[in-house]
């Protein structure tokens, strides 16, 4: 039984719970999601050298469920077009529905690094804020620790092609009632709300577990000094989602804490 095309498609942001979104809507009895991430749309060669053929084989284990989807948050990585990617979405699947999950850009980079350290690709004594000052313009560095967190830019092209088909979450809302933003996820792919998976506050994967999460920590002026490659970015995501995100900015959040 070949797959059905995808009925949704998680686009990222990367380091900020899209593993452990797609892993626990696999766990839905109506939905099936790939297994790793398949880096389809954001890959020229893939959608026309190999095609939707070679996509729908990355589905192996579909049994017939409803919902299909799958999660690359390359698909909103910005050295890899994101307005090509939602264009190529589009142009195939307009009926798509699409969801991302944005965390405060400062603790995702810092994920991010954690993440490339733990690969071995960066020094295991590397600091963030050292590592984006020698790399260079954010926009061509190959790890995306700055841009990889431009979710104004970002998400502006699935915003004009998917309109109410894409529905925005916060990881901080997945790390403070994670029930309420998978209840969320569930009804925007038509899913039954009411399944709640066993183990659904288990944050996966996460790089901030442990001894390996307290290392090559951030201290209150890298975050400001970080916050500027953000700011005005963050800005513009405010303004076309239309929400509140003052407590990203680490002057508040330091208030907030009492620091």
Known sequence: MDPAPPTFVIIGAQKSATRWLRINLGLHPEIFTARSEIHFWNN?????????????????????????????????????????????????????????????????????????????????????????????????????????????????????????????????????????????????VGADPGFTPPDLSHVVFSNQVGREGRKNQLTADDRVELWEYFREDVARLEQMLGVDLSHWAPQVAAAASGE
């Not at 926009?139 to 894409?166: I, K, N, R, T």
Request: glycine fraction near 8%.
């Open 44 to 188: 020229a060669h893939r959608v026309e050298k190999l095609g939707f053929e070679w996509y729908g084989e990355q589905f192996e284990g579909w049994k017939g469920e409803s919902i299909v989807g799958e999660a690359t948050p390359g698909y909103m990585f910005w050295r890899h077009q994101p307005e090509l990617v939602a264009q190529r979405l589009k142009d195939h699947h307009p009926g798509v529905k699409v969801i991302a999950i944005l965390r405060n850009p400062v603790d995702r980079a810092q994920s991010a690094l954690k993440h490339q350290i733990r690969r071995k690709r960066i020094p295991a004594k590397s600091r963030l804020l050292d590592v984006v000052r020698e790399r260079g313009a954010p926009e061509s560095e190959w790890f995306c620790f700055v841009s990889g967190g431009w979710y104004g830019a970002s998400l502006a092209p699935y915003v004009e092609h998917f309109g109410d088909q894409l529905l925005v979450l916060f990881h901080d809302d997945v790390t403070a009632d994670p029930a309420r933003p998978f209840r969320a996820a569930l009804e925007h």
